[in-house]
């Protein structure tokens, strides 16, 4: 299995990002996906998943700005962020989910993880 993700960057506060996670060796569309990050020194954390019905679990502090999507056809996970803040910069990652993980953004809830890509919100 392996999710490697893309995307991140540097913008100012503000401003729009969307991640992708290609998977290959697992399929997304009958699958619990998620997208956690972690703050530098700090713990990781859920931002968003998606469950195998389309259903969406999102981080009190980005709902309404991030959008977690699933392109079954492309076997791809994605997250669209607006309006990003400072306190979004981390290192983002996907996640494959257990089902009984779905829904609760807990790291411990993972199957399989990407290897993270970057990203910096500046002020």
């Known amino acids: 299995v392996q999710l490697v993700e893309s995307g991140g960057g540097s913008v100012e506060a503000g401003g729009s990002l969307t991640l992708s996670c290609a998977a290959s060796?697992?399929?997304?569309?009958?699958?619990?996906m998620g997208w956690f990050r972690r703050p530098l020194g700090q713990a990781r954390e859920g931002v968003a998943d998606i469950g195998a019905d389309g259903s969406t679990t999102y981080a009190e502090s980005v709902k309404g700005r991030f959008t977690i999507a699933k392109h079954n056809a492309e076997n791809t996970l994605y997250l669209q962020m607006i309006g990003l803040k400072p306190e979004a910069t981390a290192m983002y990652y996907c996640a494959a989910l257990a089902t009984w993980g779905c829904k609760q953004l807990r790291p411990y809830g993972v199957s399989y993880w990407g290897q993270g890509t970057q990203v910096t919100v500046s002020s």
């Open positions: 060796g697992y399929s997304v569309s009958p699958n619990c």
